[in-house]
């Protein structure tokens, strides 16, 4: 294709890979994250309302969040691979992470950032178990 460039980037599960600590997963799981507990069957996530903004002050905020799900077995229908924890992120209103769970499961939901003061802003979740 004529003007067109393609990269292609490769990222490593070890060598490019942000390591919690045990102390710092406890902290997300207790401290920081909104949870909710799921119950098997399939749960829909989606974000309901809502933005986050890392620049109060006239900067129109995001919808997105990060998710974590740990502590039973669930299918995230996107991979349809089972396992006992696993990350997500909602990017938009019309993003959906649709779950399986084989196993009664933790949904986390939390921010990402460097600087706590300027952030604005919160989103709703929804969560649909059929």
Known sequence: MEGCVVTDLKVHSRNNC???TPEQMQRIQNEVAVSI????????VKIREGAFSY???GFKGEPL???W???????????EVEV???WSTLNG??????LDVKE????????????LDDNDGEVDLSVVRI
């Open 104 to 115: 009664k499961a933790t949904l986390c939901a939390f921010f990402l950032d460097t600087y």
């Open 65 to 67: 969040v990060i998710l």
């Open 37 to 44: 507990a799921l119950e098997p069957g399939i749960n829909i």
């Open 93 to 98: 209103y019309d993003d959906t992470l649709t």
């Open 18 to 20: 942000y390591l919690f």
């Open 69 to 79: 799900i740990y502590g039973g077995k669930v299918i995230n229908r996107k991979t």
């Open 55 to 57: 620049y109060s002050g």
């Open 84 to 86: 006992g924890a696993t």
